[in-house]
């Protein structure tokens, strides 16, 4: 799992877009956990240039969630204790919200406000503990620099003031009508949640309202439903949420998760991926809708607001444009699972959303337009097809290998055809006949960076110097025999006649004396995937050394050579313990020697190897046509 999540129950909390305009004439209340007003000028100005640069006619700047919380449930008994004069009806009408989250905007465009000379038409701001603050916006205090609350407030008027001089009669007002008219906050009204912890929630953690959060509440508000019928409300509230919280914890595990998306996503909610793709096909059939919803983070909640609010539906009643709605995330949500648990959809699927070659949105729509699963999976396996057609396997890359990440898609298919091979065999054993033995893990495989390897080193290294030849016999040392080894260890405990020993041992070592040409090397058969630590940290090493070191990943162990002493002489080490790293089964495999028809030598990577190696991958395309 990535992270928890909690539930939030939104059952009651409601969801509106409100204008400037309709916050005039409204109190707000800043508790004492929120912290004074701390925006810097930079922010000020970004915010009236966003305002001033907005030309959308038919749709409305939307400013991030205003998060309130009324503070007088018995309103009429308030206006009939406490109210004087129809003035103070009025107000207690509007009610008094305290602010949980979004108090900084609201405090620059009240402070916006008053340098535009608007005293009549604006929202008042009480603080439970910064009276002052209260008095200072309103100009009725001098400037004290050294009260940092002041000196914020007091940066931002200046701000402002400088930005308006530069102004003329139209423009201002010309930015008078966007700032009342299309300037919106999204109103997040919390009913039952306690306000500390909703604020800790959205300041400690940084964590902002994802659209699904506002969107949830879209979907459970009360007026949504049959409203004659309470427990018919609570039972499609509950179904709902229920439901709502299955897929999001589905989607948190990231082996589902990683199969259909990238790494890198940084919202604290996934569900909220559905609720794009919905967005974006517009599957909610919105008219005129894209002027509306904006570009920003949250056009996708806006979207949703545009459909609950809309009266384009108003044959259907309440309830059956909620569940019309929610029966589109399921779908979505359905198919995901329906892909992730089928062998093949699941391999395909994952191949081609990480090659870049078909996005998740053509995927859907593909799979909408087919008539059954086998009509999908031959579309599914001609799209593989194209992406490796793209590298011809009798290809020759560059000395350099700067051009053989080319044949990257095609040594990724090589491993996922191969795991589907061996579940498909695995089924045929009745022990295994039931689900899937092994599923390629596209989640170990997204959070690491890959390089395309030569298996046989790029590089010749001739060993006619002591230190090549002192590397060269250590890492042969724990895979040759017995006879040898000590031969080895007579090498290293020699002062003499070292040259003679060491082209004794290597004539006895198999296979040692057949050379490579350049361009057999720069061969996909000779190319093996890798991740980018583990090739790092290895360098151009022999073959036996690779082996060594991909064993021991695999292992969770670091295998080290034996040693040398100060005098020269070798030291045997012992495993320990280390992380294990995925390593992609065809690389296991190929350094595992497992390709080789018999049973050879584990130093080299010979040409009967490598054609072994070309022939299985060869193999698991041919897989694609049958």
């Given at each position: ?67 309130v919380k009324q503070r007088e449930k018995n ?24 602010v949980i989250d979004g108090q900084q905007r ?451 162990k670091l295998i080290p050579v034996p040693k ?63």
């Open positions: 799992m990535n992270q928890t999540f909690e539930r939030n129950d939104c059952s009651d909390n409601r969801i509106d877009l409100k204008t400037v305009t309709e916050l005039c004439g409204m109190n707000f209340y800043i508790p004492n956990y929120q912290r004074g007003y701390r925006w810097t000028k930079q922010q000020v100005k970004d915010l009236l240039n966003d305002i001033n640069e907005f030309n959308d006619k038919n749709g409305f700047y939307c400013l991030q969630p205003l998060v309103v009429f008994k308030k206006i009939k204790e406490e109210a004087k004069d129809l003035n103070d009806v009025y107000d207690y009408l509007k009610g008094t919200w305290e609201l405090t620059t465009i009240f402070i916006l406000m008053r340098c535009l000379g608007i005293t009549d038409m604006h929202y008042t701001l009480k603080y439970e503990t910064r009276s002052g603050s209260e008095q200072y916006l309103s100009g009725n205090l001098e400037m004290n620099e050294e009260n940092i609350d002041y000196f914020h407030i007091s940066s931002a008027k200046q701000v402002i003031s400088e930005w308006l001089k530069d102004k003329d009669c139209f423009s201002i007002k010309d930015f008078k009508e966007k700032l009342f008219e299309k300037v919106n906050f999204i109103w997040y009204e919390s009913v039952d949640e306690d306000p500390i912890k909703v604020f800790t929630r959205l300041n400690i953690g940084k964590i902002s309202l994802t659209n699904s959060e506002l969107i949830k509440a879209l979907f459970l508000n009360r007026s949504n439903f049959d409203m004659n019928d309470n427990g018919h409300i609570k039972l499609r509230q509950q179904e709902i949420a229920s439901e709502w919280d299955k897929i999001e914890y589905s989607l948190q595990n990231d082996e589902f998760w990683l199969f259909l998306h990238e790494k890198g996503y940084d919202r604290p909610t996934r569900i909220d991926f559905i609720f794009d793709l919905i967005c974006k096909a517009n599957d909610l059939c919105l008219n005129d809708y894209k002027e509306k919803i904006g570009t920003d983070e949250y056009k996708t909640f806006r979207y949703f607001y545009e459909y609950f609010k809309s009266d384009g539906l108003s044959v259907e009643n309440s309830d059956s444009k909620v569940l019309r709605c929610w029966k589109i995330v399921k779908k979505y949500y359905q198919t995901f699972e329906e892909w992730y648990n089928d062998l093949e959809l699941f391999h395909y699927i994952g191949f081609l959303i990480e090659c870049n070659k078909n996005s998740i949105e053509s995927l859907i729509s593909e799979w909408n337009r087919q008539t059954d699963k086998k009509s999908f999976l031959q579309y599914l396996r001609n799209e593989v097809r194209k992406v490796i057609d793209t590298c011809p396997l009798d290809s020759k890359y560059k000395e350099d290998g700067s051009d053989k990440v080319k044949c990257k898609s095609v040594l990724l298919f090589h491993n996922i055809q191969t795991v589907i091979n061996q579940n498909r065999s695995q089924r045929h054993n009745e022990k295994y006949e039931l689900g899937t033995f092994y599923k390629f893990p596209f989640h170990l495989y997204k959070l690491e960076s890959w390089d395309v390897e030569h298996i046989n080193s790029n590089t010749t290294n001739p060993e006619n110097d002591d230190e090549s030849q002192k590397e060269w016999l250590l890492n042969i040392y724990l895979s040759v025999n017995e006879e040898l080894q000590k031969k080895i260890q007579e090498y290293f405990d020699s002062s003499d006649n070292k040259k003679n020993l060491f082209e004794e041992i290597k004539k006895e070592v198999p296979f040692s004396g057949i050379e490579w040409t350049q361009e057999e090397k720069n061969r996909i058969w000779n190319y093996a995937l890798l991740d980018s630590s583990t090739n790092r940290s290895y360098g151009n090493s022999i073959f036996s050394g690779k082996r060594r070191v991909i064993i021991g990943k695999d292992k969770g040398l002493s100060k005098e020269g002489k070798l030291i045997m080490t012992n495993e320990q313990d280390s992380f294990s790293s995925f390593v992609p089964p065809c690389t296991r495999q190929i350094f595992l020697k497992y390709y080789s028809a018999t049973a050879g030598n584990n130093n080299y990577w010979t040409k009967e190897d490598a054609q072994s190696y070309l022939s299985d991958i060869e193999s698991c395309i041919k897989k694609l046509e049958e």
